[in-house]
């Protein structure tokens, strides 16, 4: 089945120079065998963050069908690591200040998410995103790799937020919960 929408997955690194196979890329290849293409970048620093996000916006002719921005990166619960350095989810707002219209901005579980309400509807307010969503468990044991594969899926197939958590927790349910699933829309 082809697709057309993308994912545009960013995964934090401590060396962009290193070139290494990571369990995201693994799971990019999984997807794109069923028809979900993606965009994998690394960055190290807020800057290489903020160039990848300009490359893609303002070079990529396909921006628009990228519906996923999928961040691979550790953290604390509203903020995130680059290069030892931690900025928070208003910081990064701002960095996607009206960027990212109509985006879902999902975390992978190596960084928690918990947001406030507030804090979560300035970040939708400033970013322009449709939702965001990651888990409220961090875990070393266990990622949330597969689980975003599925999620990603049902995003191919439904535009409700809301369907799209009901299916998933149906389907997934002790996994939703382990990891602690989270949307804000």
């Not at 069923?34 to 996000?53: A, P, V």
């Not at 300035?122 to 949330?144: E, P, W």
């Amino acid at each position: 089945m082809d697709y057309d929408k993308f994912i545009f997955c960013l995964e934090a690194v401590p060396d962009i120079e290193i070139d290494v196979t990571t369990e995201t890329v693994k799971s990019l290849e999984k997807l794109a065998v069923n028809g979900i293409d993606s965009i994998y970048k690394t960055c190290d620093t807020i800057e290489g963050l903020d160039e990848s996000l300009n490359v893609l916006l303002y070079e990529d002719h396909n921006f628009k069908n990228y519906e996923i921005i999928y961040l691979v990166m550790k953290g604390e619960e509203n903020n995130i690591c680059l290069n030892n350095y931690y900025y928070s989810l208003e910081e990064i707002a701002e960095l996607f200040e009206g960027k990212m219209r109509g985006k879902i901005i999902h975390f992978a579980n190596s960084k928690p998410l918990d947001l406030s309400d507030e804090e979560s509807q300035y970040f939708l307010d400033i970013t322009g995103a449709r939702a965001i969503s990651g888990y409220g468990n961090y875990s070393t044991k266990v990622t949330s790799g597969s689980l975003d594969q599925v999620f990603f899926s049902l995003c191919q197939d439904e535009d409700d937020v809301i369907e799209i958590v009901e299916e998933l927790h149906q389907k997934h349910y002790a996994l939703c919960k382990l990891l602690d699933f989270r949307l804000y829309y």
